[in-house]
Each structure stands twice: as C-alpha cells, then as structure tokens.
C-alpha cells in the first residue's frame, strides 16, 4: 500500500489524538484553519473512498472534513466510509505496528465524534469502539465492556450485532473470576445468540459451560430476571429454561408476569396454558386457551388442546364440541375426527358392554373408518383401531335376536350416552 505522506500525517494524527484512559470522555476539538476548502478536501475524500485507495492520505482527507465541518452532509455517510479506511489500513499486512497503535487512537477519536454527530448509529460507533479498546488498544477489559454496553443499551439496531455480541460475551467470560457478577451477563448474552442463531450449537455450548448443570442455570436466569423483575426479555429467558427442565410449576411466575405486561403476544399465551396444564392447574389451563381463542380465533391448535383437557376431565359432549370447531378452522385436519372416535370409544369403555354399548362402539368404528379414508396423518392408526375393535361391536347374533338387519338405523340411547344423539347403520 501506498505510504505517501506517511510520515507527515502520522505526526499530525500524534499530535491530533493524545487519548487518555477513559475514551469515554475525551472531547477532541481540531481545524486546520480558514485556509481549508472543506468541499475541496470532501471531493478528494470521496474520490479516493471511491476507488479504494485506502491509505493514510484518505483518513487525512476525511478529518479535515469532519474537524472543520463535523455535521457534513449526513446523507454521504462519511464517518463509516472513514470508520472503514481506517480499518483497512490497519489490517494492511504492511501496515507497522507504530502506525496501528496510531490507528487505533484515530478511531477512538473518530467514535467518540460519530457518537456526537451521527447519533442515529450511536450504537454500531460505541460498539465498534469496545472492539478497538479490547483487539487494538488492549486496554482494561471493563474499559472495552463499557463501551460495548452503552452501544449495546442504545437499542438501536447494529450491524453484524451477532459478532460483537459474542465479542462483549467473551470478555465477560474470560473475567469471571475477578468479576463473579460477569457470569450471569455471559448467560444472558449466549442465551440471547441461541435465540438469534438456533441452528448454532456453538451458542449452547457455551452457555453449558457457564453453568454446572441446568438447575444452576435456571437459578441463573431466576436471580437475573429477579434483579431486574420489570425485564420482559429476562422473564421469557427464565420461562424457557424452566419448561426446558421440565419445572413448569416454576415458569408459571415469569409467563404470568409476561402475559400481563404484553397481553397480546400469542406465544406467552401458549407457553402459559401449557405450564397450568402441565401442572395439573386445568381450570386455570381452559381459561388461558380461552383466551388464546379470543385472541386467534382462526387457530385450530387453541380449540383441539381445550377439547383434549375436556376429554380428560371427562366432559366428553364439551369436548367434541371444541374439536369440531377445530375441524371447521381446518377442515382437512384428521386428528379431531380421530379424537372424537376415541371419546366413543371410552365412552363405550366406561359404561359396559352390552347391546347399547356395543353400538357405541360400532360408531367409534365407523368413525374411525371416515378418518382412515381421509388418508391423514392418522389414517394408519385410524386403521388399526378399526381391527382393534371389531369384536367390540354388535355381532350378527346381536343383530338377529333384535330383529335387525342391513341397512336399519338405531339410535344411540341410554344413561351413559345422552350427550350423543347420534345413530349406527346396521351392516353385517
């Protein structure tokens, strides 16, 4: 690379950039004087930016544009461009180690300007900062945390945010043993790159070996959640690690907390009915998938996971009431079909096995058989519990002393079956 002008601009950048320890306060104010043609020296800039002459002549170009005129044009973007030729010029393979420590202080002052006066990309600056602190400077780790944190806190959206997320990580981890509390910010930060990167077994990996074991963790994330207990992102982060223990007793707080501060989030919802029904809280589970329904009225997953807790309580009628409402929401869904065949079934199970039971059985088989020729998911299964059930259904006997024959109908009546109200066709 070209060193033209090296050595002139090396003592006007030594002279210019004088850092001290905390970068965070250093205010730099230069000009070079009345006799600069900031339009001049902004054409040069650009110029040479264009064609990719990256070396020092550029960067001297750019900060005689951003020293006399440091809100110059913000839609030409001139403290990236600049941010950018200072990195490719100390990444250069010729590039001295006298000049790289130059370099590094350049950008520091360069940050410390954009910050000021390219305050909508604040957070990418102070990012970029930490980084150059950390791999450049080699200063003190809490001096290049600061600066990630501040741009972190900023909550604006930063450029390639994974790289410098895992950057801020690894300084929290490779100082826990001086600073014990940086542990809990490490799980916080590879907890976040799981959910950003889930293909990523990196992030996981890493976050097992923050924690001894998965209780651990979870104390982790209960106690990060608690010391901040307004932070929905740190509610949700313990939720997840609880269901993923299986402590749904435990992610119950979190998920109610989450679903009171963002009541209109679907996924808290679902998180949180499946946490009651897991812990056996089934009223309280049916009024959360209740509510899902209010919320999504077109989900067919709401209508069938309410018909399956009506099932289990036994309110069969209820239950096949919610599972045709989930077949109307998706009408070539086979599994409500099969559910309702499976309430016949136990219906039938649970009462006796007499002519009247038998029927029931008789239609939980041709129930079964309509799910078979949907050629579903369930076909096959469906199949089977039509073998499974053919000595359970009335025989040609049964049939013959009722006087019945093909084709006849009979309705479905008796103590255990009024909710039914449904008919067999009698076919021997």
Known sequence: MKKLKTYLVLFILSSLFLVENNFADTNYEYAYGDSVNIMVEASLFFEAYKIKQYEMFTIEKGFNVINNKPDFMPKYKIYK????????VHDDST?????????ADTAIYLYNKAVKYDSANAGYYLVRKGYVLDKWKH??????????????????????????????GQLYKNNMEEKPEYQMKALDIYLKLSDMEPENGRWPAIVASLAE????????????????????????????ICKRIGDYGAAIEPLKFLTEKKPEVINYWNELARAYEKNDQTDKAIAAYKRLISLQPNNRDSYFNLALLYKDMGQYSVARNYLRKASKVSPGWDYPLYIEANLY?????ECGFEFEDKIVYKLAQ?????????????????????KALA??????????????????????????????????????
Request: proline residues 2%; contains cysteine; aromatic residues 12%.
């Open 81 to 88: 461009k600049l941010d950018k030729v200072i990195w490719a």
């Open 95 to 103: 590039t001295t180690d006298s000049l790289k420590a130059v370099l």
């Open 139 to 168: 200063e003190k780790p809490e001096i290049a945390i600061a600066a990630y944190e501040q741009g972190f806190a900023t909550g604006q959206e930063i450029f390639n945010e994974v790289f410098y997320l895992d950057q801020l």
């Open 213 to 240: 074991d998965e209780d651990q963790l979870k104390d982790f994330m209960q106690k990060a959640w608690y010391a901040d207990k307004e932070n929905p992102e740190k509610a949700w982060k313990y939720a997840k």
């Open 345 to 349: 079934e136990h219906a039938a199970r």
């Open 366 to 386: 041709d129930t079964y058989r309509k799910v078979a020729s949907m050629g579903g998911e369930h076909a096959a299964a469906a199949r089977e519990r039509v």
């Open 391 to 428: 000595n359970s259904v009335p025989t040609k006997e049964d049939y013959f002393f009722r006087k019945k024959k093909n084709g006849d109908v009979i309705k479905i009546e008796g103590k255990c079956y009024g909710w039914i109200n449904k008919s067999i066709t009698v076919s021997m």
